[in-house]
């Protein structure tokens, strides 16, 4: 099974279900991202990958957007939130998707864990990155830290029960926790060689990471 297809399912109560379990600290990670990217950039070309129903792109709000996202029902929520917008919908996955052009930005809000093949899947975007272009990143990431283990029992124990309740995947939800357990920050930075770190921070809860990482120049 591709981690799509359970995101396949989750499409028409994502948003909803995500803020409740989250108790909105998805949305206050959200926020802190934006404000962190616009320190350094602020218009051009975007890429949003793992784009799920739009909200990234919706608060980055760039002149040209590209949204890269395999699963169609994520992509009929996010083409309604983004009318009207100069929006170019990418229905693929990360490992292979082609971009019709050189971007000034990726960003990937929750995005990175999900691909089948991460390092894959990041090699591949990299081609489509301008030199001194960002790759903006926030993942749920593991540690050691006492706050790491509640955090996870809360995820693995009642993040499946209340997403089950809300949108009748118990499943989807169990498996979505599988994701979360084995992925660390260095597992994603080893994908970054010729780029520098220009932010890296641990969220709190200490769950996830925020990477901004800027390519160097040839
Ligand atoms: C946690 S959601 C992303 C949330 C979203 N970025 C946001 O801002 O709300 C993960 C997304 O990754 C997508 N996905 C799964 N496999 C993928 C792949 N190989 N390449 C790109 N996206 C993938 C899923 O369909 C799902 O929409």
Redesign the pocket.
Known sequence: M???DI?EKLAPKYDQATTIVSFGIEEAWREMFVKEIKKHIDNGVLLD?????G??ASKMDFDKMYL????RQ?NQIAKKRLEGKNVIFIED???EAQIPEQVDIITS???VR???DMDK?IRNLDKYLKDGGYFAIVELTKSDSVMFGLSMFYISKIVPLLGGLITGEYESYKKFNQTIKHVTDEDILQNYPNYHIITHKRLFPPIASMMILKKDEC
């Open positions: 591709k981690n799509v995101y990958v793992a784009s799920a129903t909200k990234m890269l996202e395999p699963s994520m996955f990360a490992e809000f929750m995005g999900n691909f089948d899947g």
